[in-house]
Every structure is written in structure tokens, then in C-alpha cells.
């Protein structure tokens, strides 16, 4: 039982479908929007890593770069590689929540963000 991946011409999403028998599938739609115009998608494959290994790559300093905890954008960076290290696809929503949340910090060290705050 095969899952594709398609791009939805229509709302521009990314769906992963279930086809349960290929030869006599009905053309896929879109399950977010109904679309029938879809672009299937070369799928991802998958490594075989123990979760030890995965942490423990985590782990290992000289994988850190040139993180700095003090810059939001370093931070974000390493989200989403600690992400995806996991193998875990935090999706298209954590992503734009990383960005935003790396602009409003962006914001606020250049002084833009006091939100009449002073008195």
C-alpha cells in the first residue's frame, strides 16, 4: 500500500495520499481543498537511525556551528535541524512560526518593538 505525495496545483499544499490498490485508484484530490489538479511529488526516503544515534549527533558540539543562543535566528536554525535530525517533519506552520517568532525578536533589538510600553 503505497503513500504519494502530490503538490495541489490548487492551494499549493503538499498531501500525502494512501493508495490502496494503484491499477484501479480514482485520479487523487486534494483533501484540504478538493482540487483535482494535482503534481505528484518525488517521495522522501528514510534512513534507519536508532533514537540513541539521532541524540547523540544532537549532542555532539563540533554539529553546532555557529549557534549562538543569544541570536533568534541562530536559534531557529537549530530547531529545524534538531527537527529534522529527529526525522520529524514539523510541517509548513512551525516553520512560518520560527520565522515570525525570528522577526518580532529582530524587531525588538532594533528598538521597533516597545509597543508604547514607556511611561
Do not use: H, Q, W
Request: hydrophobic residues 30%.
Amino acid at each position: 500500500m503505497p503513500i504519494y505525495e502530490y503538490e495541489c496545483l490548487s492551494c499549493r499544499r503538499r498531501v500525502s495520499l494512501l493508495v490502496l490498490n494503484p491499477s484501479s485508484a480514482a485520479p487523487p484530490r486534494c483533501p484540504r481543498c478538493g482540487g483535482e489538479s494535482l503534481s505528484r511529488l518525488m517521495s522522501r526516503f528514510a534512513t534507519v537511525k536508532s533514537e540513541e544515534d539521532r541524540l547523540e549527533s544532537l549532542a555532539d558540539p563540533s554539529k553546532l556551528g555557529d549557534f549562538d543562543e543569544d541570536d533568534p535566528k541562530s536559534v531557529a536554525r537549530f530547531m529545524k535541524k534538531m527537527g529534522s535530525e529527529l526525522g520529524e517533519d514539523l510541517g509548513e506552520d512551525f516553520d512560518s512560526a520560527v520565522d515570525e517568532a525570528t522577526e518580532e525578536a529582530t524587531t525588538e533589538e532594533s528598538g521597533g518593538g516597545n509597543g508604547g510600553d514607556e511611561a
